[in-house]
């Protein structure tokens, strides 16, 4: 009797959105007064009568899920509001956290670029170093992010030696070795031609 009674209660209560678990406990209640050779009829007027209950409860379920989408729950605290309406609200300390976390993002990603570089000023650096191209030279020296280090430094180290710029062997620090320095302007100097000469 009760199968019965729940497929008809399905049946006019399709359109009010309630659970099988809702329609079956509702069967539950009018199968009780249901004799056990009750006729279709029987059962029709039944489901008939438990249609307001399901209605009913639609109402009450709709109530609620609209209070809950515009007020605050237990969990969430007073004074906490939402935007938007059904599933899709997103309470206000929501979007604050999601605006905050964006930000942390976006720092965190132009921290990366900065790390990212020094270490690659700290490679080139290191590569003139080896190359011997001096300091001040090596300041001014920049280079593409998607280039080879190595690469570029060794073409640069051959143009300054092409231009005599730079010794052909590994660069000279000046004042490291003070006689070298005197030794190498005094040779210069002698390669100079005389114009004291009448």
């Not at 039944?46 to 609209?66: C, F, H, N, W």
């Not at 700290?122 to 080896?130: D, G, N, V």
Request: glycine content about 6%; charged content about 35%.
């Amino acid at each position: 009797m009760k199968k019965k009674l729940i497929a008809v209660l399905t049946v006019k209560c399709k359109s009010f959105g309630l659970t099988p678990k809702a329609i079956e406990n509702l069967a539950e209640l009018g199968a009780a007064e249901l004799k056990d050779d009750a006729t279709e009829e029987d059962i029709a007027a039944k489901a008939d009568s438990l249609v307001p209950y399901a209605k009913a409860m639609q109402g009450e379920i709709t109530r609620k899920t609209r209070k809950s989408s515009t007020e605050p729950s237990d969990d969430e605290g007073s004074g906490e509001e939402t935007t938007g309406t059904g599933e899709a609200a997103e309470p206000a300390w929501m979007k604050k956290f999601s605006e905050r976390l964006d930000a942390l993002e976006s720092e965190n990603q132009k921290l990366k670029a900065e790390k990212a570089a020094t270490e690659r000023a700290a490679q080139i650096a290191a590569a003139a170093k080896k190359h011997g191209i001096p300091d001040f030279m090596a300041k001014r020296l920049h280079i593409a992010d998607d280039a080879d280090i190595e690469t570029e430094v060794a073409a640069f180290k051959q143009e300054l030696v092409n231009n005599s710029l730079v010794p052909k062997g590994q660069a000279h620090e000046p004042g490291k070795d003070a006689t070298a320095d005197k030794e190498a302007a005094r040779a210069w100097a002698n390669s100079l031609p005389d114009n004291n000469l009448a």
